[in-house]
T-cell receptor, first 112, second 112 residues
Framework: GESVGLHLPTLSVQEGDNSIINCAYS??????FIWYKQESGKGPQFIID?????DKRQGQRVTVLLNKTVKHLSLQIAATQPGDSAVYFC???????????FGKGTTLSVSS | DADVTQTPRNRITKTGKRIMLECSQT?????MYWYRQDPGLGLRLIYY???????NKGEISDGYSVSRQAQAKFSLSLESAIPNQTALYFC???????????FGEGSRLTVL
């Protein structure tokens, strides 16, 4: 069945470190992937997306890497700050290509 | 005002009761979605709609129904609520499937 998973449910880093959040996806036909951040008590917010014709895309302090060979997606956060503490979700298209399905999420905790 | 508004934000009900969660949006998007969030399970797609005449089942539609009353309104109903439907429910909109989802703040439902 369709599933989008993350390798680790929790990740703890020190302020200033770089963080890497991983995601394994199952739909090899998905041509679109997206990362969301959810802070406590709020709805998920868009971070960055990438299409399957790209291997890497950079935003402000964030980079998404896509490895289609092993169906792996990662989100790199540079110089992690306490405000980056949140749950991070990856998402891919469903098999029908009509909607996005999400992974289980990774909780990032940043200590000062 | 929020672009995607969900009501109620919190609801406690009893087993067997009918519950409706409402969602309205000012984004002007055709696509609307309902997701359910449970701890450790991420976001799971319940139903989605591409326009007022289009309704599609998601990953976990059993026990739920939806109504797309207008382009801006999409409601989720639990005809006979059961305790395992206790969860945080999110409405979202998008302009297209390969693009950012805009989420509401969530509706927390507790079924006793």
């Amino acid at each position: 069945g369709e599933s989008v998973g993350l390798h680790l449910p929790t990740l703890s880093v020190q302020e200033g470190d770089n963080s890497i959040i991983n995601c394994a996806y199952s739909n090899s036909a998905s041509d679109y992937f997206i990362w969301y951040k959810q802070e406590s008590g709020k709805g998920p917010q868009f971070i960055i997306d990438i299409r399957s014709n790209m291997d890497k895309r950079q935003g402000q302090r964030v980079t998404v890497l896509l490895n289609k060979t092993v169906k792996h997606l990662s989100l790199q956060i540079a110089a992690t700050q306490p405000g980056d503490s949140a749950v991070y979700f990856c998402a891919e298209k469903n098999q029908a290509g009509t909607a996005l399905i999400f992974g289980k999420g990774t909780t990032l905790s940043v200590s000062s | 005002d929020a672009d995607v508004t969900q009501t109620p934000r919190n609801r406690i009900t009893k087993t067997g009761k009918r519950i409706m969660l409402e969602c309205s949006q000012t984004k002007g998007h055709d696509r609307m979605y309902w997701y359910r969030q449970d701890p450790g399970l991420g976001l799971r797609l319940i139903y989605y709609s591409f326009d007022v005449k289009d309704i599609n089942k998601g990953e976990i539609s059993d026990g739920y129904s939806v109504s797309r009353q207008a382009q801006a309104k999409f409601s989720l109903s639990l005809e006979s609520a059961i305790p395992n439907q206790t969860a945080l429910y999110f409405c979202a909109t998008s302009a297209r499937v390969t693009g950012e989802l805009f989420f509401g703040e969530g509706s927390r439902l507790t079924v006793l």
